[in-house]
């Protein structure tokens, strides 16, 4: 069995930055990618950043691209995303995920994709 848990998050200002990271345990040698998605109150989870563990291949969503970096260091069995330019519509709570099957690059932005989650972690972002 694997498990995840995100750490970080927090309150900060338009414009600043957050690193999030999130620590896998269990069998996390069976772990194929990694993704970061978040959960803005009333609203859909929507995908954001994704990785193969091994190849270290990431894919991201329009609307963190350019802002968002995801990595992994397989060594600790942790994720990260940093988080820079941060904005209010960025406000959510943040979740990541891990899985074992294999997807293609495009598919794992998809909730679907993934067989285990964390809690969450909060971010907000104030003008």
């Known amino acids: 069995e694997v498990h995840v848990v995100e750490l970080g998050g927090g309150s900060v200002q338009a414009g600043g930055s957050l690193r999030l990271s999130c620590v896998a345990s269990?069998?996390?040698?069976?772990?194929?990618?990694m993704g970061w998605f978040r959960e803005p109150l009333g609203k859909q989870r929507e995908g954001l950043a994704a990785i193969y563990t091994g190849s270290g291949q990431a894919t991201y969503s329009d609307s963190v691209k350019g802002r968002f970096t995801i990595s992994h260091n397989k060594a600790q069995d942790t994720m990260y995303l940093q988080m820079d330019s941060l904005k209010p519509e960025d406000t959510a709570r943040y979740f990541c995920?891990?899985?074992?099957?294999?997807?293609?690059?495009?598919?794992?932005?998809?909730?679907?994709?993934?067989?285990?989650w964390g809690q969450g972690t909060q971010v907000t972002v104030s003008a």
């Open positions: 995920a891990a899985a074992e099957n294999w997807r293609t690059l495009r598919e794992l932005l998809s909730r679907t994709s993934y067989h285990h």
């Open positions: 269990g069998y996390t040698a069976s772990i194929n990618y």
